[in-house]
């Protein structure tokens, strides 16, 4: 099948790559010149694993290629995904204008029959917009009168990828789910996730919208919920990994997404919890529980920064190295890492920030200014204070710790994704404050 992808970020690279594996003639949109330029010699703007190779390999097959026009992609394709930012605006609500931009610049150049598909995350009814946007801007020869001649389905088709592992993600979902008006809408998608061979959840365009709020908005809430608890366990003797075990072998609850921590960042769930708040209450609902999710997230950080605070007694003039930099592992996205909070909280009382990340530094350095950045995590723990672990990258699960302690000056780890669990940092002669290990 001939797919346009506009937008070629996160979802729409990998979203684009993906489909061409599958085996459809795949054309990625962006209006950054740059981007497209470097993406068609494979020069990949993104840190995620597997995707220079596939992008490589369907470049040169010619199954794949990357263009800054719209016009030209639909005119070429019959479905065009809609993959471009979704970012808040100052009150919380979605900013939809890179949406409606495109809605209308595909609308002045179709021709034939076009399936139009929403990827991005956009509120419930965002879908009768595009629409009605759609229907205004068509071209002068497809209108009579008040009616339009030219066939066109409009589909919401929510992406439920992770970044860091979203090429798996996206050739192994849990389920696709599509919202349609029209069996030929419901046809073209059967034909385009054939090989797939997944679940398939279809329904209107408004359910399809929600059920990706929702998706968020619920795996947000169960993130709050065990950091709540790990306070709890924190006060009582309680360990928040066993509590989270013992919850999770219940197949009702089950495991994942109860990873006490230092709250979740990146440039989804923060987002797009705000906007879900701000949906409901246009809609006449209060939604309470999302606002306390939030809540919950912002005080996570804070309660961290104070347990450093309290340990390390004066914080002024205080050497303190970030392990890790990036939202989470296995990606260079700072968008709302919390380890930029956390920086920002501890400079601003005079602390001495170090850091190190395998991959997120070059974006650091954009955001983050006044940090040491070093080469490696022994450089990074050269004469600190202490050592905080923000970001859980498996290469920084067996770290010498034998050596970190001759480096450091204090013996001070304060483990904020309980990454050092099971390593007795203790015996080693440190001193470690995990998340709720029962242990203020
Ligand atoms: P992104 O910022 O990485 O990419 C968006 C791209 O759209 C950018 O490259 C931008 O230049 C381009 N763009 C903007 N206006 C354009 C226009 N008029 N024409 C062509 N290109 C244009 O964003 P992202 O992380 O890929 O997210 C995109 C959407 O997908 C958001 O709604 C997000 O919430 C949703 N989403 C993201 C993820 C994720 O893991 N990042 C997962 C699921 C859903
Ligand atoms: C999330 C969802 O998991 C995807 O399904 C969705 O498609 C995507 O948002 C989106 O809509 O953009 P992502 O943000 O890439 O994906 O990463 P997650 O693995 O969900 O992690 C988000 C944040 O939550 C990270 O900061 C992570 O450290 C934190 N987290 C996650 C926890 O603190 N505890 C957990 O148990 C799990």
């Given at each position: 099948m001939d797919i346009a992808i506009i937008g070629s970020g996160y979802?729409?690279?990998?979203?684009?790559?993906?489909?061409?594996?599958?085996?459809?003639?795949?054309?990625?949109?962006?209006?950054?010149?740059?981007?497209?330029?470097?993406?068609?010699?494979?020069?990949?703007?993104?840190?995620?694993?597997?995707?220079?190779?596939?992008?490589?390999?369907?470049?040169?097959?010619?199954?794949?290629?990357?263009?800054?026009?719209?016009?030209?992609?639909?005119?070429?394709?019959?479905?065009?995904?809609?993959?471009?930012?979704?970012?808040?605006?100052?009150?919380?609500?979605?900013?939809?204008?890179?949406?409606?931009?495109?809605?209308?610049?595909?609308?002045?150049?179709?021709?034939?029959?076009?399936?139009?598909?929403e990827k991005s995350t956009v509120p419930a009814e965002t879908g009768k917009r595009i629409e009605r946007t759609i229907k205004l801007n068509l071209s002068k020869k497809f209108r009579k009168g008040n009616k339009i001649t030219l066939d066109f389905d409009v589909a919401s088709n929510p992406e439920f990828l992770r970044e860091g592992s979203a090429i798996h993600d996206f050739m192994h979902p849990d389920r696709v789910v599509i919202g349609v008006e029209s069996k030929k809408a419901e046809q073209i998608f059967r034909e385009i996730y054939k090989p797939l061979k997944t679940h398939m959840i279809v329904t209107n365009i408004s359910s399809a919208e929600l059920i990706k709020h929702a998706s968020n908005s619920f795996l947000a809430t169960k993130i709050s919920f065990i950091n709540s608890i790990a306070q709890i366990c924190d006060h009582v003797g309680a360990d928040v990994l066993k509590v989270a075990e013992g919850m999770g072998f219940d197949k009702r609850i089950g495991r994942q997404f109860l990873d006490a921590g230092i709250g979740y960042g990146g440039s989804c769930f923060p987002k797009d919890v705000e906007a879900f708040i701000r949906l409901s209450e246009k809609s006449g609902y209060?939604?309470?529980?999302?606002?306390?999710?939030?809540?919950?997230?912002?005080?996570?950080?804070?309660?961290?920064?104070?347990?450093?605070?309290?340990?390390?007694?004066?914080?002024?003039?205080?050497?303190?190295?970030?392990?890790?930099?990036?939202?989470?592992?296995?990606?260079?996205?700072?968008?709302?890492?919390?380890?930029?909070?956390?920086?920002?909280?501890?400079?601003?009382?005079?602390?001495?920030?170090?850091?190190?990340?395998?991959?997120?530094?070059?974006?650091?350095?954009?955001?983050?200014?006044?940090?040491?950045?070093?080469?490696?995590?022994?450089?990074?723990?050269?004469?600190?204070?202490?050592?905080?672990?923000?970001?859980?990258?498996?290469?920084?699960?067996?770290?010498?710790?034998?050596?970190?302690?001759?480096?450091?000056?204090?013996?001070?780890?304060?483990?904020?994704?309980?990454?050092?669990?099971?390593?007795?940092?203790?015996?080693?002669?440190?001193?470690?404050?995990?998340?709720?290990?029962?242990?203020?």
């Open positions: 979802v729409g690279l990998v979203t684009g790559v993906c489909l061409a594996h599958i085996g459809h003639r795949v054309i990625c949109v962006d209006n950054n010149q740059e981007k497209i330029k470097r993406l068609r010699q494979a020069k990949i703007p993104i840190y995620e694993p597997g995707l220079d190779e596939l992008v490589k390999k369907y470049l040169k097959s010619k199954r794949l290629s990357f263009s800054t026009s719209i016009k030209e992609a639909t005119r070429k394709a019959t479905v065009i995904f809609i993959a471009v930012g979704t970012p808040a605006r100052q009150n919380g609500e979605a900013d939809l204008t890179y949406v409606e931009n495109v809605a209308r610049e595909i609308a002045l150049n179709m021709d034939s029959y076009k399936l139009i598909v209060h939604f309470s529980l999302l606002n306390e999710v939030r809540n919950v997230n912002e005080c996570q950080r804070i309660s961290f920064v104070k347990l450093i605070e309290d340990k390390l007694w004066i914080i002024k003039g205080k050497k303190i190295g970030i392990l890790g930099l990036a939202f989470k592992p296995n990606t260079d996205d700072m968008r709302n890492a919390p380890s930029i909070d956390l920086i920002n909280m501890l400079q601003n009382e005079g602390a001495l920030i170090k850091a190190y990340d395998p991959k997120a530094m070059p974006n650091t350095k954009k955001c983050l200014t006044k940090v040491t950045y070093c080469k490696d995590p022994y450089e990074l723990a050269k004469g600190c204070d202490c050592l905080l672990l923000v970001t859980e990258w498996d290469e920084f699960k067996d770290l010498d710790f034998k050596m970190i302690r001759r480096l450091m000056k204090q013996p001070l780890v304060f483990d904020g994704r309980n990454l050092y669990h099971d390593k007795n940092l203790k015996e080693l002669g440190f001193e470690y404050y995990g998340i709720g290990r029962g242990q203020i």
